[in-house]
């Protein structure tokens, strides 16, 4: 599998809003959750590039065509005691994926947490992805099958907030 010659990953900038809400779009679309995007341009360039960004986002591209894009931001281990970086989202466009360009960006986003001295790089994949799960297998990740995640949102974060839970 090689790279094609004409790739690069960069970091986000703010014009680039418009399309990481595409991309985020699409992903939805993938993973089967499209009716639960709520993201705007506006929510992102707050979150992405306002006064305390809350994540950052790579752009991969191909001949200056994005093929897809990287969402991550900073984590923090009491176990291990030191920050680590956690991948919210990894996705590449249908055209352009079995060319390594994902393992490429995983491999990006590594190097950062690496350079940054992060403890752990942790994501998560849904159950049915069996390609994205045989994917992370290969390139040396865990599966922690231990863990559940567990979220609250909307009504249900506002009950919990405020202390009103059955």
């Not at 990481?20 to 009716?35: C, D, F, N, R, S």
């Not at 281990?77 to 390594?100: A, E, H, I, T, W």
């Not at 159950?127 to 249900?156: H, Q």
Request: glycine share 8%.
């Amino acid at each position: 599998m090689n790279l094609p010659d004409n790739l690069t990953i960069r970091p986000a900038i703010q014009d680039d809003v418009p399309l990481i809400l595409t991309l985020v779009k699409e992903l939805a679309e993938y993973e089967q959750l499209g009716h639960t995007v709520t993201a705007t341009e506006e929510s992102l360039r707050e979150s992405l590039f306002g006064e305390k960004p809350a994540a950052e986002v790579l752009i991969a591209e191909v001949n200056g065509q994005p093929v897809g894009f990287a969402n991550f931001f900073r984590s923090f281990s009491s176990f291990v005691g030191r920050p680590g970086l956690y991948l919210d989202d990894l996705y590449v466009r249908p055209p352009y994926r079995r060319m390594g360009l994902g393992r490429a960006m995983l491999c990006h986003v590594a190097a950062i947490a690496r350079d940054r001295n992060a403890g752990r790089f942790e994501w998560i994949a849904l159950d049915w992805n069996d390609p994205a799960i045989r994917f992370y297998l290969k390139l040396g990740a865990e599966a922690l099958e231990d863990w559940t995640m567990y979220r609250v949102t909307g009504p249900a974060l506002d009950k919990l907030a405020s202390g009103e839970f059955d």
